[in-house]
């Protein structure tokens, strides 16, 4: 069983539509929660970290931390086709430099 | 500001040969991590540098070594290349060990093996 498992999807959604993105871990001793966007053909880039449990809100990106049920989640309110790209959890334990991701998912946004 | 460079952008190489992959990290920053991010998948932790020293490595082979200069350049080196070995490779640099919250990622090399 992979440490972090996440929907590969494709997930196509028309503009406008808010969107969830899941991931699920198995390691309680998960400590940051970070969500990565990457355009294809480009690094990851990260959109928000969360530490601990618990929501963050930036603009139209919102995350979402639940250790007792270890699932974070991101939505994206009003999705845009710029937001098309690969959305990549990823987790730390302590900040100490190793990042685990999970597969990723493929998003599209319909104009 | 320059961000994370990695150079070359795209490589081929026959298997068996070996390779050697630069990444120079963002302006400010001395530490250096490497990830492998297969098609379709996730990238994987190969191994973090920090003061010229390898810190941590994820399950990666001996095939896989690196390098930090003086001027936090890092060099990431395969030897007896595999297929297997065809992905992006990824640099990510970030000021001090930890701070993975704060950490960049360049837009990587796409190694093909043939």
């Known amino acids: 069983q992979k440490e972090v498992e996440q929907d590969p999807g494709p997930l196509s959604v028309p503009e406008g539509a808010i969107v969830s993105l899941n991931c699920t871990y198995s390691?309680?001793?998960?400590?940051?929660f970070m969500w990565y966007r990457q355009y294809s053909r480009k690094g990851p880039e990260l959109l928000m970290y969360t530490y601990s449990s618990g929501n963050k809100e930036d603009g139209r990106f919102t995350a979402q931390v639940d250790k007792s049920s270890k699932y974070i989640s991101l939505f994206i309110r009003d999705s845009q086709p710029s937001d098309s790209a690969t959305y990549l959890c990823a987790m730390d334990y302590n900040q100490g430099g190793k990042l685990i991701f999970g597969q990723g998912t493929e998003l599209s946004v319909k104009p | 500001d320059a961000g994370v460079t990695q150079s070359p952008t795209h490589l081929i190489k026959t298997r068996g040969q070996q390779v050697t992959l630069r990444c120079s990290p963002k302006s400010g920053h001395d530490t250096v991590s490497w990830y492998q991010q297969a098609l379709g998948q996730g990238p994987q932790f190969i191994f973090q540098?920090?003061?010229?020293?390898?810190?941590q490595r994820g399950n990666f082979p001996d095939r896989f070594s690196g390098h930090q200069f003086p001027n936090y350049s890092s060099e990431l080196n395969v030897n007896a290349l595999l297929l297997g070995d065809s992905a992006l490779y990824l640099c990510?640099?970030?000021?001090?060990?930890?701070?993975?919250?704060?950490?960049?990622f360049g837009q990587g090399t796409r190694l093909t093996v043939v």
């Open positions: 540098y920090y003061e010229e020293e390898e810190r």
């Open positions: 990510a640099s970030s000021l001090g060990q930890g701070r993975t919250t704060e950490a960049f």
């Open positions: 390691n309680s001793a998960f400590q940051y």
